[in-house]
């Protein structure tokens, strides 16, 4: 089992960037493939990145390709999503997840973690 906690969230004005961290418990995180998700006020969660468990594939959904990336240090059991140029859309609770594969995260199961506020004023 894997344990996710999410951090690095807070407010930030239109433009500006933030780096979010899920650190995971146990010594098999880097057997996971790693995810990010949002959830805005009102609206259904969403993916919006993935890694392999190597680190040396990546996804992204579309409206953020180009702005945010991705990555993973294996040896401190964690994953980050560098996030620039945001804008007020990006607005939600951003959650960790994490799978077997790259599809299997996108799809949205295995584990996740408790999530974290971001927040883009305009």
């Known amino acids: 089992q894997v344990q996710l906690v999410e951090s690095g969230g807070g407010l930030v004005q239109a433009g500006g960037s933030l780096r979010l961290s899920c650190a995971a418990s146990?010594?098999?995180?880097?057997?996971?493939?790693m995810g990010w998700f949002r959830q805005a006020p009102g609206k259904e969660r969403e993916f919006v990145a993935a890694?392999?468990?190597?680190?040396?594939?990546?996804s992204y959904a579309g409206f953020v390709k180009g702005r945010f990336t991705v990555s993973r240090e294996n040896a401190k059991n964690t994953v980050y999503l560098q996030m620039n140029s945001l804008k007020p859309e990006d607005t939600g609770v951003y959650y960790c997840?994490?799978?077997?594969?790259?599809?299997?995260?996108?799809?949205?199961?295995?584990?996740w973690g408790q999530g974290t506020q971001v927040t883009v004023s305009s």
């Open positions: 146990g010594r098999t995180f880097s057997r996971y493939a």
């Open positions: 997840n994490a799978d077997a594969t790259i599809p299997a995260v996108v799809v949205g199961s295995g584990y």
């Open positions: 890694i392999s468990s190597s680190g040396g594939s990546t």
